[in-house]
């Protein structure tokens, strides 16, 4: 994917948002927990 990497040297190889260290499921946990896209952007 374009947006979405993983390297073993980056947060042990758990998917990140590219360029960040912003684990692709830390995301998706706030939004299944029901908070809103904009609520997650920093």
């Keep these: 994917m374009k ?3 993983a390297n073993p040297k980056i947060c042990h190889g758990k998917p990140v948002f590219k360029g960040t260290r912003i684990l692709v499921s830390d995301v998706l946990e706030l939004l299944a ?10």
């Design 3 to 5: 947006w979405i990497t």
């Design 33 to 42: 927990s029901g908070m809103s896209i904009k609520e997650t952007r920093v």
